[in-house]
């Protein structure tokens, strides 16, 4: 998608990546989990979780989080902490973290899990941007703000080098071992269900239909969340274009609800091929499958140009002080499961600086690494 884009560099810095956390709920004030809000520098979620469960001695299954965050970058979002001893709270009041910044706590009912949230609000400063095609990505921000973006999966879905789906195939077809920690295969069926969807969604981005309902299409109800079976195409396509349903992709599993007509036959020439030979009902425990919406809602966005000299009060001003570049920050919202960088890539041709190169590290081990920096951004 970003093919012929102007490019841009994210990731600089840490402040040129800043995720706030937008939780489902707020803590109530009373029960045995302490919930704490914090920011995070330069850390994974994972990190900080460790870090307060050794600094407070509590059992790390005793922490709950509603989303893992980039590990590169400034993050703000929500741990709990079960404590039924309210002699925790002062402990965690005082308690001193490298690279943490506490910022609130309060009681709550229950755990903090996986999904207990809204969204993610960002603000990404992007760099290196060609000044004389500064316009060129204000029109293409202008338009995702009204039509949204293909709903790609990112490129942090399938690893460090990019084949965590490949090696998930293998084993799942018994040409190799599978790993023996339970996160890391369901973290390889995970970035194998999300290439299936992405090579669905790359086929309906080239016919120009990832927006538009064909006959059969599973839709979703932007306003419910409930899906339902396309029969009129064209009363359908009106609903999509005022926002009100739009078309989903396969996120493959033995219990998935299947699309019909059209739509059934486009997805099973896709998708067959790549899950020949993986059994999905003996895969069930991995992931059980649901839909995907293919269009990607872009909530709140707006920017502010930085000239290469200049800077925002309160942000940095742009690194490289070429001549001929600028900087631009931009902001926006996305629902949780969403990539920033999907959003960014469809105005810029994205390059990531805090993403690693490259190694010979044995086999799973940059997989296991990852595990603790996968993002909820995602």
Not at 296 to 320: C, F, N, Q
């Amino acid at each position: 998608m970003s093919r012929g884009l102007p490019q841009g560099t994210i990731k600089l810095r840490p402040e040129d990546f800043v995720v706030d956390e937008i939780p489902a709920y707020e803590p109530s004030g009373e029960g045995p989990h302490l919930y704490v809000r914090f920011k995070k520098t330069n850390l994974t979620t994972d990190e900080v979780v460790k870090a307060f469960a050794r600094a407070l001695r509590v059992d790390r299954r005793d922490i709950g989080v509603a989303g893992l965050k980039d590990k590169v970058g400034v993050t703000t979002q929500w741990i709990s902490i079960l404590a039924e001893d309210t002699t925790l709270d002062e402990r965690v009041a005082t308690l001193a973290l490298d690279g943490v910044e506490l910022l609130e706590q309060r009681r709550h009912r229950n755990k903090l899990k996986t999904g207990h949230l809204d969204g993610n609000r960002f603000t990404i400063v992007v760099r290196d941007i060609d000044q004389a095609r500064a316009g060129e990505v204000v029109t293409a921000l202008e338009r995702i703000g009204t039509e949204g973006v293909p709903n790609a999966f990112g490129s942090q879905r399938f690893g460090y080098d990019g084949d965590t789906h490949e090696r998930a195939r293998a084993w799942l077809t018994g040409k190799e071992r599978a790993p023996g920690d339970p996160r890391l295969r369901r973290f390889h069926f995970s970035a194998l269900q999300s290439a299936i969807f992405n090579a669905v969604l790359d086929h309906r981005v080239e016919d120009g239909t990832w927006n538009v309902p064909i006959l059969g299409d599973l839709l979703k109800k932007e306003d419910t969340g409930g899906l339902f079976v396309c029969t009129d195409v064209q009363l359908d396509r009106e609903r999509a274009k005022r926002g009100e349903v739009c078309p989903t992709g396969p996120i493959v599993g033995d219990r998935m609800r299947q699309p019909e007509a059209e739509a059934f036959d486009l997805e099973q020439r896709i998708t067959l091929p790549l899950i020949e030979g993986i059994d999905l009902r003996r895969a069930r425990s991995l992931g059980e499958g649901t839909r995907r919406p293919l269009r990607l809602r872009v909530a709140e966005l707006s920017h502010t140009l930085v000239d290469s000299s200049l800077h925002e009060a309160g942000s940095s001003p742009d690194v490289s002080g070429s001549p001929g570049v600028c900087a631009m920050t931009v902001r926006f919202v996305l629902p949780k499961g969403a990539y920033a960088t999907t959003v960014l890539s469809n105005a810029f041709a994205v390059l990531d600086a805090g993403r690693p190169s490259g190694s010979s590290e044995r086999p799973y081990e940059r997989e296991e690494r990852q595990l603790a920096t996968l993002t909820e951004e995602e």
